[in-house]
C-alpha cells in the first residue's frame, strides 16, 4: 500500500523558515518523480515545485528562489525547505506522487497535507 | 504559464441529475489533462487522465473528453457520494496548473 507522510508544518513568523519532509512507502520511491502541491485555506490547488527520479527540479514562480526540494532516495523521502516565508504561503502542503516515471504525470497518491501557517 | 479556466465555480444539481463541468486551457496541452475530486478535509482524488482514461476503480458515470483545448468532465448519473469539488489539472510540461475548481452542491 502507498502511504506518504507529511511533517514540519505549523506556525512561523513572516521571513521565517521551515523544512518539510514526506516520508514515503509501498513503492519504489526512486523509480518516482514527486511534488508538493498546497491550498490556501478555501481556495484551489497550487502546485509548488517537483523533483524527477533523475534529481531535476522544477519551481512555480511564486516560490522560486524561496523554496528547495531535494529527496533522499536512501531514506525514501522528499523533502522542501522554504525560506523567506510570506503570509501568503499559508497553506495545506500536500506531498504527491506522479503516477508514472520520467516526464510529468498526474498525481495517484496524496499525504494527508500538513498545515503551514505564516503569521506574527 | 498556461492558465485553466474551470466553469462553472458552483453547480447545484440532484441525485441522477447529468453534470458537465468545463475546462479550457489557454494553449495546447495536447492530451494531458487530469481531473481529480476533492472532499472537504481530504487529499484530492485522481477520477481521470490523459483528458479521457478513466482511471482504476473510478465508477463508469465518470468520464472525459476533448475538444481542441477545451476539456470536459461528465457525470452521467450524479450519486450522493459525488458531492464535492473538482478540479482540472494540465500536465504537459512544469509547472502545473490547476483550474478553480468546481463545487458540485445538492439542489
Known amino acids: 500500500e502507498v502511504q506518504l507522510l507529511e511533517s514540519g508544518g505549523g506556525l512561523i513568523q513572516p521571513g521565517g523558515s521551515l523544512r518539510l519532509s514526506c516520508e514515503a512507502s509501498?513503492?519504489?520511491?526512486?523509480?518516482?518523480?514527486m511534488s508538493w502541491v498546497r491550498q490556501a485555506p478555501g481556495k484551489g490547488l497550487e502546485w509548488v515545485a517537483a523533483i524527477r527520479d533523475s534529481g531535476e527540479t522544477f519551481y512555480a514562480d511564486s516560490v522560486k528562489g524561496r523554496f528547495t526540494i531535494s529527496r533522499d532516495n536512501s531514506k525514501n523521502t522528499v523533502s522542501l525547505q522554504m525560506n523567506s516565508l510570506r503570509a501568503e504561503d499559508t497553506a495545506v502542503y500536500y506531498c504527491?506522487?506522479?503516477?508514472?516515471?520520467?516526464?510529468?504525470?498526474?498525481?495517484?497518491?496524496w499525504g494527508q497535507g500538513t498545515l503551514v501557517t505564516v503569521s506574527s | 504559464d498556461i492558465q485553466m479556466t474551470q466553469s462553472p465555480s458552483t453547480l447545484s444539481a440532484s441525485v441522477g441529475d447529468r453534470v458537465t463541468i468545463t475546462c479550457r486551457a489557454s494553449e495546447s496541452v495536447h492530451k494531458w489533462v487530469a481531473w481529480y475530486q476533492q472532499k472537504p478535509g481530504k487529499a484530492p482524488k485522481l477520477l481521470i487522465s490523459e483528458a479521457s482514461s478513466l482511471e482504476s476503480g473510478v465508477p463508469s458515470r465518470f468520464s472525459g473528453s476533448q475538444s481542441g483545448t477545451e476539456f470536459t468532465l461528465t457525470i452521467s448519473s450524479l450519486q450522493p457520494d459525488d458531492f464535492a469539488t473538482y478540479y482540472c489539472?494540465?500536465?504537459?510540461?512544469?509547472?502545473?496548473?490547476f483550474g478553480q475548481g468546481t463545487k458540485v452542491e445538492i439542489k
Open positions: 489539472q494540465q500536465y504537459n510540461n512544469y509547472s502545473w496548473t
Open positions: 509501498g513503492f519504489t520511491f526512486s523509480n518516482y518523480a
Open positions: 504527491a506522487k506522479e503516477s508514472a516515471n520520467s516526464g510529468s504525470y498526474p498525481v495517484d497518491y
